[in-house]
Every structure is written in C-alpha cells, then in structure tokens.
C-alpha cells in the first residue's frame, strides 16, 4: 500500500474529470496558438479532441440522422437502369428500404450487393434485399453511443434504426 501522501487524493470522480478534460483542452489551444499546427489543423485536432471526450456522454438521438432527411427506397422500385444510376450518385453505402411508408422498414440495400442485379430484369428492390437479408440494429434515442459501438463491433451491421421509447416503430 502507498503511503497516504503518495496514495492519489479523491475529488470526487466528475468534478475531476471535467478540470482534466478542461486543461487538455487548454493545452491544445495553447499549442495551437504558439503555432504547433496551422490554424486549420489546430481546428480540425481539437474538434477530434472535444469529440473524442464527449463520446461516453452522447446519446444516439444527439447524432442521428432524422426520418425525414434519411434516404430511403421503396421496395417496389424497380432495379433497372436508371435506378440502380440514381443510387449510386447519393454516394450511400446503405440503404434503407421501406415498405408502405418510412415507419415500415422492410430491409437494407448495400450499393455494394447491386453488382449483381441485371438492370434488365428490372427487379423490385423489396425482392432483391430478400436475398442477401441484411439487418440493421435498432436502438433507442437515449442509447448511448459506446452501447452502440459495441454492438457494431459484434458484426452484422454498422447501420442503426432509433427509436423513440413508447413507440411501436
């Protein structure tokens, strides 16, 4: 055992951690002042850094991408030409498919899995993720993020649905 005054004084575990969080971040902007990085990098190194030590606090629903901006495809689109163009130009890697509307999910498109369809065969997109049956994990607003993490990192998917508590979405 470490004698008393060796032995690290508790402060109380988040008024500590805030005055550490409080000084690096004090550090970084002195480093940045005297000139360490340009004024451009010193930005984009303490964005990482805020990030970085925010990361345990937030909640999905801070970062989430709401319904109404997401970009989804009907299950009955047909994957011809012009379709299977269309989605490749959004630049996505996934895609949510929905059903009779956006609250009914039905399955995920990888852009990645449309080297097989036959743009002449004009196949309903609902059809085509059948094959491949990919998933999604579904988590609530309040989830924390290093939940979410976690559950990307066991494998299947690095996609999320939120949900809102009390909804039967």
């Known amino acids: 055992m470490l004698p008393a005054r060796a032995r690290p004084r508790r402060y109380g575990g988040l008024a ?29 190194a303490q964005q990482v850094a805020e990030g970085a030590l925010s990361f345990r606090d937030k909640q999905v629903g801070d970062i989430m991408t709401p319904l109404e901006d997401a970009y989804f495809l009907s299950s009955r689109t047909k994957l011809g030409y012009d379709a299977i163009r ?7 890697s996934r895609i949510p498919i929905y059903g009779m509307d956006k609250h009914d999910y039905r399955g995920l498109l990888y852009t990645k899995d449309l080297m097989l369809a036959d743009p002449e065969d004009e196949m309903k997109v ?44």
Do not use: P, W
């Not at 000084?23 to 990098?41: D, F, H, R």
């Not at 269309?86 to 996505?92: A, K, L, N, Q, R």
């Open 16 to 44: 500590l951690l805030t005055r550490c969080v409080e000084e690096l971040m004090e550090m970084l902007k002195l480093q940045i002042s005297l000139g360490a990085v340009s004024a451009e990098e010193g930005k984009i």
């Open 86 to 92: 269309e989605i490749f130009e959004t630049g996505y």
């Open 126 to 169: 609902g059809d085509f993720i059948q094959i491949f049956n990919r998933k999604v994990e579904t988590f609530f607003e309040e989830t924390k993020l290093v939940q979410c993490l976690n559950a990307f990192k066991k494998g299947g998917t690095h996609m999320g649905l939120v949900r809102k508590v009390g909804s039967l979405l």
